[in-house]
């Protein structure tokens, strides 16, 4: 009979030990990819990081800590990243998305992209890795600014293709949601592209419109995280078993 417990308790302890840790995804980035607090001013607006869980089976947990309006710099300043840093666990994955706030003159956001933001970006990715964690870079989402012939114009110039070049350099892999967004809009065109970002008219709960080119909406972001779901599935190979649906 002891024998017969000793060896229940043994079997117990090893289905214990041996049990799948959750994979955890973490965010840091801009407010296009972060989560909302969905105020009664605007309350459809959503980062594409808000609804990635929507694609992910419940084997991964996803936590995101973009925040509206950091860049590379002040999202490590503000000590956020120490918080995200010091959770990072061997196995995990870190999806790293920045650029629209580096390229704003404010001497507590501007980055270099030829230098401060490479910089900035290799920093947390090698940090990543001491963590035993996985980097993966996203380039920055674009804006909805079309010229009159149809184009559309680029805002962010170097930083997407410093970022693609710390990647290339670093060996990470990485998901061009610029080029990716680019395409979607260019797809749909001027007018019809405006369902996908914040581009309310006045009603009763909007004493004013608003005509945002960067900020998405639900269906936006909803839009946003599926084509980075699906670059994940055929980009990330150990995560394309955790997606819902599978390219």
Known sequence: MKKLTLLFSLLLLFSFTCKKRNITIFMIGDSTMANKTTPTDHPMERGWGMMLHEFFTSDVSIENHAVNGRSTKSFRDEGRWTIVFNKIKKGDYVFIQFGHNDEKPDTLLHTDPETSFKFNLARYINETRQRGGIPVLFTSIARRTFNSDGTLRDTHRRYIGAALEVANEFHVT??????????????????????????????????EPRKDNTHLNVAGARAVAQIAADSISIKIPLLKKYLLNKK
Request: aromatic share 6%.
């Open 174 to 207: 990485c998901i061009d949601l610029n080029s990716a967004t680019n395409k979607l809009l260019l797809s749909l065109g001027d007018e019809p592209s405006k369902a996908l970002y914040m581009w309310i008219k006045s009603d009763s709960t909007n004493s």
